[in-house]
C-alpha cells in the first residue's frame, strides 16, 4: 500500500458575509488539516488587505482602488500557487467572486472540489452549467462534510455534478 504523502496546496473558496458561511470555513479547514494529502491551506481571509488610507470601508460598499487591487492581486497569487480548490458553494446565496475563482482555477488546468451547502434540503437542486462541467468533484456539504478529511488531495479523483438540473 502507498504511503500518503502531503504535497496538495488548497486553495479554500467561500462566500464570507453571513455567520453561516463564516462558521464553514472553520469546519471545513480543520477538516483539511486532518487530511494527511494537504500540506498547506490558503484561505484568502487570512491575508485580507487594509488599505491605511480608506475611511470607514464597511459604509457604502464603496472600497478604494488600492484595496481592491491588493485583495484581487492577492487572491488571484492564492489561486497560482494551490495545486487544487476547495469551494465552500452557498447554493442559497450563489456568489460571483466564487464562481470567478472556479473559472480561474480551471482556466489553470487545476482541480475544483465543490463542497454544495443549502438550508432547504427539500429545494429543487438547480445549478449552472458552467459551474457543473467546470467542477472536478462535487461533495455534499450538507451531508458529506467530513469527506474532506480523507480525500485524496494529491489525485482529485472525478466525481461529476449530478442529481441538479442543470441551467
Known sequence: MNKQVSTAKVYLGTPFYNDDQRARVDKARALLEENPTVVR????FDQNFVDPDE?????????????RLATYNNDLEGLVNSTCGVFLYDMDNVDDGSAFEIGFMRALHKPVVLVTFTKDLDKDKVMNLMIAQGVTTIIDGNTELDKLASFDFNTVPAK????????
Open 41 to 44: 491551506v490558503h484561505f484568502p
Open 55 to 67: 475611511k470607514n470601508p464597511e459604509i457604502g460598499g464603496i472600497r478604494s482602488m488600492t484595496w
Open 160 to 167: 461529476p455534478v449530478t442529481g441538479y438540473k442543470i441551467i
